[in-house]
């Protein structure tokens, strides 16, 4: 259980132009789910919460205009890098948790986003 | 700053030894404590998470947790060459809305 899928598994595009990644909690509902940002040989870094109805949650630093976030409905949340530059290169993985207590984090397998 | 110390290593281990690796944490309010498994391009898959004071033991796995002195470890026991990966450490405050916040990973590698 707690598979969550993310799409697309790469994408390469041109500066300037927008992209969309797709997180889905495949058989549980996720009223939360998180957005993680990791460069090369570096962590995982937080971007933001994204809450299921209401505005998403930004880390500092993090310009909420550049990287919006929809989570329509409790299954589904995309993060849309919008113009892109070579600098938002990076590897982007979301995460969800099944409702209750101390679940722990599922986290999707990730997009590599290659902004040429 | 809430803070998640690992050593990034590599820690090299031979086939069959046990890996110990550790994990400090600044927020005395963490409360939960999970360690993930990265392999190279991928994304963390969780290996084991523990909630109190003590060891829990999961296969080859044993996650041993200190809250007075804020500290988590894992071991691995017969470690095998697909161990090799980097390990996360990641704690999780509830008061902040449970966001997990990551350690910098330690590389182990698994010689045969």
């Known amino acids: 259980g707690a598979v969550v899928s993310q799409h697309p598994s790469w994408v390469i595009c041109k500066s300037g132009t927008s992209v969309k990644i797709e997180c889905r909690s495949l058989?549980?509902?996720?009223?939360?789910m998180f957005w993680y940002r990791q460069f090369p040989k570096q962590s995982l870094m937080l971007m933001a919460t994204s809450n299921e109805g209401s505005k998403a949650t930004y880390e500092q630093g993090v310009e909420k205009d550049k990287f919006l976030i929809n989570h329509a409905s409790l299954t589904l949340s995309t993060l849309t890098v919008t113009s892109a530059h070579p600098e938002d290169s990076s590897f982007y993985i979301c995460?969800?948790?099944?409702?209750?207590?101390?679940?722990?984090?599922?986290f999707g397998n990730g997009t590599r986003l290659t902004v040429t | 700053q809430k803070e998640v110390e690992q050593n990034s290593g590599p820690l090299s281990v031979p086939e069959g030894a046990i890996a110990s690796l550790n994990c400090t944490y600044s927020?005395?309010?963490?409360?939960?404590f999970f360690w993930y498994r990265q392999y190279s391009g991928k994304s963390p898959e969780l290996i084991m998470f523990?909630?109190?004071?003590g060891d829990k033991e999961d296969g080859r796995f044993t996650a041993q947790l200190n809250k007075a002195s804020q500290y988590v470890s894992l071991l691995i026991r017969d470690s095998q060459p697909s161990d090799s990966a980097t390990y996360l450490c990641?704690?999780?405050?509830?008061?902040?809305?449970?966001?997990?916040?990551f350690g910098g990973g330690t590389r182990v590698l698994v010689k045969p």
């Open positions: 927020d005395r309010g963490s409360q939960s």
């Open positions: 523990i909630y109190s004071n």
């Open positions: 990641a704690v999780r405050d509830k008061a902040a809305g449970n966001k997990l916040t």
């Open positions: 995460s969800a948790r099944a409702s209750g207590g101390n679940s722990p984090l599922h």
């Open positions: 058989d549980f509902q996720a009223t939360t």
